[in-house]
């Protein structure tokens, strides 16, 4: 039997490569970085995600690393006002069946990694960067920029936002720029001055920006993003994004909200980008996962969970089409379009939703005041869940 290639070792990626495994395919995942890894921040999973990663088999080893938050939390960032929130309680629990919580991403990035590392199926190779295929009848040749060449039964492109593996397939040059710049920050808990909400996930909303907090590895750290939707970027300037629009965007807000930037580094920031979405990224042998396939803005902080759920119908697609992988990735990206394209686009929605002023602020914070906490309704359809060969 001949290996699949998974170009990317990302969350995607590894997570492809576990499902993958567990079907009985053998599987090389190659990573153009030194070392198999992830950035040093906090990632949010939904009950969704729990649901898949409970299949992949590593739920259960994720769980000391995670946080699970009492409630998600908006407030308003020009009062300080806490306008609404979503309990994670026992009412969610037993809508959804899995728990909401938060993670260190190099503890989800790991935890994927130690599982992948015990299948002989697997074999993962650091410092390969894919560079182009070319596809035969029955195998997919792949040549990498250090002259590694590997040939595959099939190919999947799960090398993220800048994916060459999509430009091969679609061809849709550079990512959508959405001019939202985020700063983040990983103090440890004993720093947070406010404490009134630290078991929560919060964010607040405020004109052209919002901020994150919540806690990670088993509250020890805080995890601080700051999010601005530059108006220099907007108006064509120079230093769009740069730290003193930051500090500028969030002069007109609540002192205590304001004093959170302390929490936050200037060091570097992240450029948001999307793509709009596509009817195809499958060709022949060949197709993209997690955001090769579907890069979202991170607003309704789904990106790598869409990537994780991509994964396991993936495999369930291959192991239904035995050798025919055209068939199987057809079948999965029918599957994947219209779940992830939806989230891409409710994604750009709220982000315009929690950065509002003036008149729709005041509606939006009037609409919100009156929610049931038990009922997460913009998220339900997402957090109910994918059915898997007709199971949930
Ligand atoms: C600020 C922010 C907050 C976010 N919060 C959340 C959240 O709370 N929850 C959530 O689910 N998602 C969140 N996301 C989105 C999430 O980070 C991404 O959707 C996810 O990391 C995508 O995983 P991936 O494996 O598809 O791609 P990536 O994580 O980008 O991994 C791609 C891998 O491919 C490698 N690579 C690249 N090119 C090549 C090549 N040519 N050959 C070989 N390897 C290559 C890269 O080195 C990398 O390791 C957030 C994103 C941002 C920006």
Redesign the pocket.
């Known amino acids: 039997m001949k290996e699949i290639l998974i170009?990317?070792?990302?969350?995607?990626?590894?997570a492809a490569a576990l499902a993958l495994a567990q079907k009985g395919r053998k599987v090389r995942v190659?990573?153009?970085?030194a070392e198999?890894g992830?950035i040093g921040?906090?990632?949010?999973?939904g009950p969704n995600?729990c649901r898949m990663l409970d299949r992949l088999g590593v739920l259960k080893a994720l769980e000391p690393a995670a946080v699970f938050p009492e409630a998600l939390i908006f407030a308003d960032a020009l009062t300080n006002e806490e306008i609404s929130r979503i309990s994670l309680g026992a009412a969610f629990r037993a809508r959804y069946q899995f728990p909401y919580f938060?993670i260190h991403?190099r503890d989800l990035h790991g935890g994927l990694l130690a599982a992948c590392r015990q299948r002989q199926e697997i074999v993962l190779e650091s410092s390969?960067?894919?560079?182009k295929f070319t596809q035969q009848d029955e195998q997919v040749t792949i040549t990498?920029?250090n002259g590694a060449v590997h040939e595959a039964c099939a190919l999947i492109g799960?090398?993220?936002?800048?994916?060459?593996t999509r430009q091969a397939v679609i061809g849709d040059g550079a990512p959508r720029m959405a001019g939202h710049y985020?700063y983040?920050g990983v103090v440890p808990d004993a720093q947070i001055v406010d404490r009134r909400r630290v078991n929560c996930m919060t964010i607040w909303g405020g004109p052209d920006l919002h901020l994150v907090q919540y806690r990670l590895q088993s509250g020890a750290v805080m995890n601080n993003?700051a999010?601005i939707a530059s108006r220099r970027w907007r108006r064509g300037e120079p230093d769009a994004g740069a730290p003193d629009e930051l500090e500028e965007l969030f002069a007109r807000m609540h002192p205590g909200v304001r004093d959170s930037l302390r929490y936050i580094s200037r060091e570097r920031n992240?450029v948001?980008h999307d793509r709009e979405p596509v009817t195809n990224w499958t060709d022949g042998r060949v197709t993209l996962?997690?955001?090769?396939a579907h890069?979202?803005l991170?607003y309704l902080?789904?990106?790598?969970?869409?990537?994780i759920e991509d994964a396991v119908v993936l495999a369930e697609k291959v192991a239904a089409a035995g050798e025919d992988y055209p068939r199987a990735f057809l079948a999965y990206q029918r599957e994947r379009m219209n779940r992830s394209a939806r989230v891409v686009l409710s994604s750009r929605f709220f982000g315009e939703y929690i950065h509002l002023d003036g008149g729709a602020r005041e509606l939006r914070n009037e609409l919100a005041r009156g929610r049931d906490p038990d009922l997460p309704w913009e998220v339900d359809w997402l957090y109910r869940g994918i059915e898997v060969n007709g199971r949930l």
Do not use: H, N
């Open positions: 170009a990317g070792g990302g969350i995607g990626g590894l190659l990573e153009k970085a198999f992830e921040y906090g990632i949010q999973m995600v938060v991403r390969t960067e894919i560079k990498c920029e799960a090398e993220g936002l800048r994916s060459p985020v983040r993003v999010t992240w948001l996962l997690g955001d090769a890069p979202t991170q902080a789904q990106g790598a969970q869409m990537a």
